[in-house]
T-cell receptor, first 113, second 115 residues
Framework: AQSVSQHNHHVILSEAASLELGCNYSYGGTVNLFWYVQYPGQHLQLLLKYFSGDPLVKGIKGFEAEFIKSKFSFNLRKPSVQWSDTAEYFCAVIPYGNNRLAFGKGNQVVVIP | NAGVTQTPKFQVLKTGQSMTLQCAQDMNHEYMSWYRQDPGMGLRLIHYSVGAGITDQGEVPNGYNVSRSTTEDFPLRLLSAAPSQTSVYFC??????????????FGPGTRLTVL
């Protein structure tokens, strides 16, 4: 079964700092990739997704992610975070044609004003 | 569209009690799934369904049953609740994987405590 690894479970940043969250997966075939965000007390919302094409994907709220196939990675970035970006971020992977979405364990990000 | 709805929002059970968590979607999605979220564990797939009448087990199916009699509804049943089932439960739906449109939409969650 595929697995998804997210490192640095807890991240604390000051406003305006840059954010990068790593995501690596173990599946060798074609995959669809997602980053979801969960704000405090809320359900998961999609930040961005990669299905095919340009490996640099832009999402909502200034987030972007880069798919590097050779590294089995899909890292999330934001150049300048805001206090409102405080949330938990989950990377998720589903092999193309598969029914089972696998999630990483999440990154808890706290942005200090 | 209401999207994915879940009831109840909160529930407290005693060990051994049974209950059903409800999930419904109005987007005509074929695929529906149940996850549980525990601190430091991310989301783990319990059961999923690729269409009415078809269900399958996920990563952590023990202690849970599901059925899918309609496209819209996908209830999750706890037959005999245990403290280890204390968690937040999320239902999700999407178009069938493999169609390139399989972004999953999540419900608001049910916070379950088993005493």
């Amino acid at each position: 079964a595929q697995s998804v690894s997210q490192h640095n479970h807890h991240v604390i940043l000051s406003e305006a700092a840059s954010l990068e969250l790593g995501c690596n997966y173990s599946y060798g075939g074609t995959v669809n990739l997602f980053w979801y965000v969960q704000y405090p007390g809320q359900h998961l919302q999609l930040l961005l997704k990669y299905f095919s094409g340009d490996p640099l994907v832009k999402g909502i709220k200034g987030f972007e992610a880069e798919f590097i196939k050779s590294k089995f990675s899909f890292n999330l970035r934001k150049p300048s975070v805001q206090w409102s970006d405080t949330a938990e971020y989950f990377c998720a992977v589903i092999p193309y044609g598969n029914n089972r979405l696998a999630f990483g364990k999440g990154n808890q990000v706290v942005v200090i004003p | 569209n209401a999207g994915v709805t879940q009831t109840p929002k909160f529930q407290v059970l005693k060990t051994g009690q049974s209950m059903t968590l409800q999930c419904a979607q109005d987007m005509n999605h074929e695929y529906m799934s149940w996850y549980r979220q525990d601190p430091g564990m991310g989301l783990r797939l319990i059961h999923y369904s690729v269409g009415a009448g078809i269900t399958d087990q996920g990563e952590v199916p023990n202690g849970y049953n599901v059925s899918r009699s309609t496209t819209e509804d996908f209830p999750l049943r706890l037959l005999s609740a245990a403290p280890s089932q204390t968690s937040v439960y999320f239902c999700a739906s999407s178009y069938s994987p493999g169609q390139g449109r399989n972004e999953q939409f999540f419900g608001p969650g049910t916070r379950l405590t088993v005493l």
